[in-house]
């Protein structure tokens, strides 16, 4: 085949197209738990975490929720991912061979979100949010300055009926800084494959070892192959707020790109034209109101 820019514009061309439909195909799982939130800056703060907005009879003049200032920030970070091609595979059509190597990147591509995202929530017994305490924790602080009380979203127990219904009613209990309830009812349990046995037998079965089953139907089960790096690990969320229990942070979104004008460095020195995706993005923890964890350390009841 004769190399020349039009040549190369159709093959970038055609690894596009690869790549958009593996991206756009792709089952992902961040969206489940994650509220996407666009960024303009190279960090974004979020001084208005931790506080919920409740109602309250109009008596008098209207009473100004101050926003506690917390001062929770995320910082955009870019990620990206490069093929070369070699000037000889396309000389010798041979190029079609990288076109697997482009849908993996977009499949990649597409998964990345979750890989952030999961790998976040398998960090929050120790990575902090908001409130300077770790996201799973028994040390979160509600209340106005003169009356401060503990509240947890922490568990170490392993997936079992019991604990999951003490995780519900943990997070059902949850109280605003006026001490009223946050009316906070969790509808998703995340779960590794190794527990998904578990989550059905407590989500979907009528009976539990001879016994009517009260847990059945209140909440889905999504299985996330991402915890398989920590099978024990599980999570019940709340994901149906304004705001869910993690932040996606989009600066740039991925996009696919071509270099491969002949005066490129990489093409005179390499003799290889390059075709990659890149963005910037990042995650962070929204309310730890929203959802309960625990990494299964003490067998449960």
């Known amino acids: 085949m004769v190399v020349n820019q039009a040549t190369l514009r159709s093959i970038g061309v055609g690894f596009s197209t690869l790549f958009n439909r593996a991206f756009e195909n ?28 409740q109602m309250r009879e109009w008596i008098g003049s209207r009473e100004v929720q101050k926003m506690l200032l917390h001062g929770y920030t995320i910082r955009n970070k870019t990620y990206e991912s490069t093929i070369g091609v070699k000037r000889e595979d396309i000389e010798d059509d041979n190029y079609g061979t990288y076109g697997h190597l482009v849908s993996g990147m977009g499949e990649a591509a597409a998964q990345h979100p979750d890989t952030l995202v999961w790998g976040l929530l398998m960090e929050g017994f120790t990575q902090r949010c908001y409130d300077g305490k770790p996201f799973f924790s028994d040390q979160h602080l509600i209340g106005d300055e003169k009356s401060k009380k503990k509240a947890s979203n922490m568990l170490h127990k392993k997936l079992s009926p019991e604990s999951y219904a003490e995780a519900r009613a943990m997070i059902m209990s949850q109280l605003g800084d006026n001490g009223k309830s946050l009316k906070i009812i969790p509808n998703t349990l995340f779960v590794s494959p190794t527990n ?81 995706v890149d963005g910037r993005h990042n995650v962070g923890f929204g309310f730890w109101q929203l959802m309960a964890g625990s990494d299964g350390t003490v067998a449960g009841e």
């Open 26 to 53: 792709t089952e992902t799982t961040w969206e489940k738990v994650a509220t996407k939130v666009t960024s303009d800056t190279k960090e974004q703060e979020y001084g208005w975490l931790g506080q919920f907005p």
């Open 196 to 276: 998904e046995t578990m989550g059905r037998k407590i989500l979907e079965c009528e009976f539990i070892d001879g016994s009517s089953n009260p847990l059945r139907n209140t909440a889905s089960l999504e299985v996330i192959t991402d915890l398989a790096e920590k099978p024990d690990f599980w999570f019940l969320g709340c994901t149906n707020k304004a705001l869910k229990p993690v932040i996606f942070q989009e600066r740039k979104p991925l996009k696919f790109q071509s270099f491969v004008d002949d005066n490129d460095l990489n093409v005179f020195l390499k003799n290889e034209y390059l075709y990659g």
